[in-house]
């Protein structure tokens, strides 16, 4: 009797150990639900669902900085406090969102309204979703089939997308953004790997400021201004520093090594 | 007497109007500044140590137009300036690292 005891004991105790130190196992999201985002700051005290926002949808037709910096969203959930009002004044999601605006000469549906039909409210469910639906799963699956694949993430290659011309990005919305000449081609750098064995780390400037721009990373998410100066270990990379700040959200995971790892520059 | 409350109406009416054009022409006003100034980020490597201090002023001066507009106004565009700004003094900063004597 007090061997079962005590091997139950251990047997708790072991489990709450691993528990605490490893955590849950986080669930491997499914490619449609990767970079969904759950807005909540005044829905549900309003008594409505939250927002679900998928990034797969819009990335497809802008660029990150488009909407992280001119229109103003903030780069974590809820950051941004957007309230119906924003909307309705056509900032936020109400600066696309607005019922006249057109994409590829189709009309983009107006977001939040002040009253509503019974009809209208179709309209709200769009955004505020009160449950996953297969209907969008099967969009996405239908959208991701004519894209490069990949493992990890959405399972789309979204940069090889956009260089193939698969996808065409806007960065501009006219009444938001600024005009500005085009930006010069930044050459690629090499990142020393801390690890032995590791390849090193090739940075592309070119590929990231075709969807990032300029001041949506500095200084905010690289502060250093020396090369060199900031030493990133992939312990912050995964809590969501740095890189990790999109990739693991958004971007491709942080799992896929040498997409990041890969061979020295060339010349 | 008919033309009284007429002429009060017409007064009324070029108030209303004058406070109307203040309010979009004094927007207006800020907006094109703001474009202007934001409008060199991605050519900010590009630009002298002077002329992005003279940006960042700019930007400065700026965020004092904006802090009077309406909430939502506010919101989007002292973030907007924020970034724009923080880019232009982080450039600043790394040009001046590599003007300094070794």
Same mark, same amino acid.
């Given at each position: 009797?007090?061997?079962?005891?005590?091997?139950?004991?251990?047997?708790?105790?072991?489990?709450?150990?691993?528990?605490?130190?490893?955590?849950?196992?986080?669930?491997?999201?499914?490619?449609?639900?990767?970079?969904?985002?759950?807005?909540?700051?005044?829905?549900?005290?309003?008594?409505?669902?939250?927002?679900?926002?998928?990034?797969?949808?819009?990335?497809?037709?802008?660029?990150?900085r488009?909407?992280?910096?001119?229109?103003?969203?903030?780069?974590?959930?809820?950051?941004?406090?957007?309230?119906?009002?924003?909307?309705?004044?056509?900032?936020?999601?109400?600066?696309?969102?607005?019922?006249?605006?057109?994409?590829?000469?189709?009309?983009?549906?107006?977001?939040? =309204?002040?009253? !509503? %039909?019974?009809? /209208?409210?179709?309209?709200?469910?769009? *955004?505020? #979703?009160?449950?996953?639906? &297969? @209907?969008?799963?099967?969009?996405?699956?239908?959208?991701?089939?004519?894209?490069?694949?990949?493992?990890?993430?959405?399972?789309?290659?979204?940069?090889k997308?956009?260089?193939?011309?698969?996808?065409?990005?806007?960065?501009?919305?006219?009444?938001?953004?600024v005009?500005?000449?085009?930006?010069?081609?930044?050459?690629?750098?090499?990142?020393?790997a801390?690890?032995?064995?590791?390849?090193?780390?090739?940075?592309?400037?070119?590929?990231?400021?075709v969807?990032?721009?300029?001041?949506?990373?500095?200084?905010?998410?690289?502060?250093?201004?020396?090369?060199? =100066?900031?030493? !990133? %270990?992939?312990? /912050?990379?995964?809590?969501?520093?740095? *890189?990790? #700040?999109?990739?693991?959200? &958004? @971007?491709?995971?942080?799992?896929?090594?040498?997409?990041?790892?890969?061979?020295?520059p060339?010349? | 007497?008919?033309?009284?409350?007429?002429?009060?109406?017409?007064?009324?009416?070029?108030?209303?109007?004058?406070?109307?054009?203040?309010?979009?022409?004094?927007?207006?006003?800020?907006?094109?500044?703001?474009?202007?100034?934001?409008?060199?980020?991605?050519?900010?490597?590009?630009?002298?140590?002077?002329?992005?201090?003279?940006?960042?002023?700019?930007?400065?001066?700026?965020?004092?137009a904006?802090?009077?507009?309406?909430?939502?106004?506010?919101?989007?565009?002292?973030?907007?300036?924020?970034?724009?700004?923080?880019?232009?003094?982080?450039?600043?900063?790394?040009?001046q690292?590599?003007?300094?004597?070794?």
């Open positions: 009797m007090r061997t079962i005891l005590f091997s139950v004991l251990v047997l708790i105790v072991g489990t709450s150990i691993s528990w605490g130190v490893g955590g849950m196992k986080k669930r491997k999201l499914p490619p449609y639900e990767y970079g969904s985002v759950v807005i909540s700051n005044f829905s549900q005290p309003a008594g409505i669902p939250p927002v679900v926002f998928d990034h797969w949808v819009h990335r497809q037709y802008y660029t990150c488009v909407c992280h910096v001119d229109v103003g969203f903030g780069m974590t959930a809820n950051s941004t406090k957007i309230r119906s009002t924003d909307n309705m004044k056509g900032f936020f999601c109400g600066t696309c969102h607005n019922g006249r605006s057109e994409y590829n000469k189709k009309r983009i549906f107006a977001s939040c =309204a002040k009253e !509503y %039909s019974r009809e /209208e409210y179709k309209r709200c469910v769009k *955004c505020h #979703v009160l449950e996953r639906s &297969v @209907a969008r799963e099967e969009e996405f699956f239908r959208f991701a089939d004519r894209l490069p694949r990949e493992t990890l993430g959405n399972g789309i290659n979204w940069e997308a956009e260089a193939d011309g698969l996808i065409r990005l806007t960065d501009y919305i006219e009444g938001t953004s005009k500005k000449a085009k930006m010069k081609i930044q050459r690629d750098f090499a990142l020393k801390k690890t032995e064995g590791m390849p090193d780390i090739i940075f592309s400037h070119n590929k990231h400021t969807w990032s721009g300029c001041e949506l990373c500095h200084p905010d998410i690289f502060v250093g201004v020396k090369k060199g =100066a900031t030493k !990133y %270990s992939m312990v /912050e990379l995964f809590d969501g520093k740095y *890189c990790g #700040v999109c990739h693991d959200k &958004v @971007a491709f995971p942080q799992t896929n090594c040498q997409r990041c790892h890969s061979k020295p060339q010349g | 007497m008919i033309y009284r409350p007429l002429k009060i109406l017409i007064m009324a009416g070029a108030m209303t109007l004058c406070l109307a054009l203040q309010t979009v022409h004094g927007a207006g006003v800020w907006r094109a500044e703001f474009d202007e100034t934001c409008a060199k980020t991605d050519d900010a490597m590009t630009l002298a140590i002077e002329e992005l201090t003279s940006l960042i002023e700019n930007c400065t001066r700026l965020e004092k904006v802090s009077s507009e309406e909430e939502t106004v506010r919101k989007v565009y002292l973030r907007r300036l924020q970034m724009c700004k923080n880019l232009y003094i982080f450039v600043r900063e790394s040009k690292l590599e003007v300094q004597p070794k």
